[in-house]
Each structure stands twice: as structure tokens, then as C-alpha cells.
């Protein structure tokens, strides 16, 4: 029993790390992409609409 809880709290770090390089990395990356902008589009407001009707469904995930 006390093994498994070990390897459990080692599986769980191994994953925080993973996580947190891929943070690091998903910033990395972000950079190299060009900024989007909405008056590009044929339709901003509704755009922006849109958005918050989703965000008012489907919060964001706190980190």
C-alpha cells in the first residue's frame, strides 16, 4: 500500500512537470503565430456576440 502511494505522488509531479512544460511551450509558440484581428472579418460585432453568448455557456477552466 505505502508503494502505491508513492509512485501515485511521483506519477502525479511527473505530470505537473509535463504540464508545466507544455505551458512553457504553448507561450513559445504563441509567439510565432501573427495576432488575429477582428475587423479583418466581415462581421466583428456579431463575432463578439457570439463569443460572450459562449463564454456565458461554457466558462473558461480556472488555472
Known amino acids: 500500500m505505502l ?3 508513492k509512485q501515485s505522488s511521483s506519477e502525479r509531479k ?3 512537470d509535463i504540464l508545466a ?5 504553448r507561450a513559445e509558440f ?3 503565430l501573427p ?6 472579418y466581415a462581421s466583428p460585432t456579431e ?11 461554457y466558462p473558461l477552466a480556472k488555472r
Not at 21 to 25: C, D, K, N, T, Y
Open 3 to 5: 508503494t502505491q502511494t
Open 14 to 16: 511527473l505530470l505537473r
Open 21 to 25: 512544460e507544455l505551458r512553457l511551450l
Open 30 to 32: 504563441s509567439l510565432f
Open 35 to 40: 495576432s488575429e484581428n477582428l475587423s479583418e
Open 47 to 57: 463575432i463578439k456576440r457570439l463569443f460572450k453568448k459562449a463564454l456565458k455557456t
